[in-house]
């Protein structure tokens, strides 16, 4: 089985980052109670440079954070569109972009796996949170063209994620009380630890 799909579609050969990061800049990551994260994206409707550009940045964006997944509200950017380079459970990698997603997972036969989950908007915080073991979205890659990809498992975990970023929903709005307060309170406890880690990888990156 190849080890990597980009796009959905298996490749012989990726790099450690996606090429895209290469040509991005890196932008701020919205925290938990700005307006952006908490209401629906608008749908992309314009194809071109602007929108290979906000690709680029965030992608690189993504990995100085040490993410798995962003979404663009995730840099304060108001349309329905995320970026992952993201492993399976099985180790395979898969990388690409999605614009306009729409989440479809099975109605039947499907499992809910409890697993730790962060979010980058919720800057060091862990809780487990159950979700649906596989997943399917379909949208558009950047050029407009049609594009579905699936996973399970881990990356199954992350598509779902970050289309919930794209309809304004964040991973503690599926928590009860007391787990949210947990969560806000680890946030509060690891916040200038992950920021002083952001800056070193964002001076790593530069330098390579």
């Known amino acids: 089985m190849p080890r990597v799909f980009v796009q959905g ?29 908490h209401k629906p994206c608008r749908d992309v409707t314009e194809f071109g440079p602007d929108l290979a550009a906000l690709i680029d940045d965030m992608f690189l964006t993504m990995y100085v954070a040490e993410g798995a997944g962003l979404a663009a509200n995730q840099i304060g950017v108001d349309l329905r ?13 898969h990388v690409g972009h999605i614009v306009n997603p729409v989440l479809e997972t099975p109605m039947t036969g499907r499992r809910l796996l409890d697993g730790g989950e962060g979010c980058l908007s919720v800057p060091g915080a862990v809780i487990d949170v159950p979700r649906p073991d596989r997943a399917v979205v379909r949208g558009q890659d950047k050029e407009g063209r049609p594009v579905a990809v699936g996973g399970t498992g881990y990356f199954a975990r992350c598509l779902i994620h970050e289309t919930d970023h794209t309809n304004g929903c964040l ?19 690891r916040r200038d630890e992950v920021f002083a880690r952001r800056a070193a990888r964002a001076e790593e990156l530069g330098r390579a």
């Open 9 to 37: 579609s298996p490749a012989d050969h990726y790099p450690r980052h996606a090429p895209e990061a290469a040509r991005g800049a890196v932008r701020r990551i919205t925290e938990v109670g700005e307006e952006v994260l």
């Open 81 to 93: 569109l995320f970026v992952y380079d993201c492993p399976d459970d099985d180790g395979v990698r």
């Open 171 to 189: 991973y503690l709005d599926r928590l009860s009380k007391r787990e949210k307060k947990d969560a806000l309170r680890q946030m509060a406890d």
